[in-house]
């Protein structure tokens, strides 16, 4: 089974800053995905960055970063720039790759606050 | 393109009733998955179905069930609701594409609660 960890439950940045959002995982897995999802107080989960387990250059979108050490079973968000709409829970999450293993296996959540 | 809609989005039952709550996937996607979401437990998968068959299944009692249809609209039923299944219940879809990419599309939500 997979687990994933995220030890900060709350957060708060000045807007324009640059914040790390921290999570780690634990599988016996050797390919698989991790993803962050934003869920915005309107609820609604939206995907913001995904990597591939065998890729080894970090993911990027945009403001939107990853640090991730497959060895380490680390995977941290990176964002840049900070904007109001970026205020929101934050959640890493895992999964098996491979057809039919539409299963995500979630962290608690950071809850992220982007001071004005 | 549609979003994942989910219906209802609030409702409230007492305990013992039971409830069913739906999802239609964005179009053309076949997969639809279930999770549950409460401050306690976090987010927590109940089940995956593809072309109208379960494949995945959590770790939740036999008084949770689901279902899906020809049209990939799915449902999801609870019975003997008790105080503890108060939740907000998330639906997502994902096609054979997006599952290439792991991606799953999330809807609003269906808010129950139980009093």
């Known amino acids: 089974a997979q687990t994933v960890t995220q030890s900060q439950p709350e957060m708060s940045v000045q807007e324009a800053e640059t914040v790390t959002l921290s999570c780690t995982y634990d599988?016996?897995?050797?390919?698989?995905?991790l993803f962050w999802y934003k869920q915005p107080p309107s609820r609604q989960m939206i995907l913001v960055i995904r990597?591939?387990?065998?890729?080894?250059q970090n993911a990027t979108e945009n403001r939107f970063s990853v640090n991730f050490q497959k060895a380490a079973k680390s995977f941290s968000l990176k964002i840049s720039d900070s904007q109001l709409g970026d205020t929101a829970m934050y959640f890493c999450?895992?999964?098996?790759?491979?057809?039919?293993?539409?299963?995500?296996?979630f962290g608690t959540g950071t809850r992220l606050t982007i001071i004005p | 393109k549609a979003g994942v809609t989910q219906t209802p989005r609030y409702l409230i039952k007492t305990r013992g009733q039971q409830v069913t709550l739906s999802c239609s996937p964005i179009?053309?996607?076949?997969?639809v998955s279930w999770y549950q979401q409460t401050p306690g437990q976090g987010l927590q998968f109940l089940f995956e179905?593809?072309?109208?068959?379960?494949?995945n299944k959590g770790n939740f009692p036999g008084r949770f069930s689901g279902r899906q249809f020809s049209n990939s609209r799915s449902e999801m039923n609870v019975s003997t609701l008790e105080l503890g299944d108060s939740a907000l219940y998330l639906c997502?879809?994902?096609?054979?594409?997006?599952?290439?990419?792991?991606?799953?599309?999330f809807g609003e939500g269906s808010r129950l609660t139980v009093l």
């Open positions: 990597q591939e387990a065998y890729k080894q």
């Open positions: 999450a895992f999964m098996k790759s491979g057809v039919g293993n539409e299963k995500l296996t």
């Open positions: 179009s053309g996607h076949r997969s």
């Open positions: 599988t016996s897995e050797n390919n698989y995905y």
């Open positions: 179905y593809f072309s109208e068959t379960q494949r």
């Open positions: 997502a879809s994902s096609s054979l594409w997006t599952t290439n990419t792991g991606e799953l599309f």
